[in-house]
């Protein structure tokens, strides 16, 4: 059984989230059990995780937050 969670994320503009994407794309590297998938339309990009178990799916997804949490902290950090 495979379990899915989608995530999205709006951004300020479809530039700030084009970077972002563009920060987030090296979490896709480090796949181990889960499989992940970034996606921007617009000003919004959506993670899309797949997993055979939770603990895994929980982990992908845990990993992918804190990333966005830095990007978004780096973002905020420019903008002042």
Avoid: C, W, Y
């Avoid at 951004?11 to 700030?16: I, V």
């Avoid at 845990?62 to 978004?72: E, N, Y």
């Amino acid at each position: 059984m495979v379990m899915k969670l989608t995530i999205e994320i709006p951004f300020k503009t479809e530039s700030m989230a084009k970077k972002a994407l563009a920060a987030l794309k090296g979490e896709l590297t480090f796949q181990g059990r889960a499989k992940a998938s970034l996606i921007q339309r617009r000003n919004t990009i959506t993670a899309a995780i797949e997993a055979e178990d939770l603990a895994s799916l929980h982990a992908a997804a845990g990993s992918h937050l804190r990333a966005l949490k830095v990007v978004t902290g780096v973002q905020k950090f420019a903008e002042e």
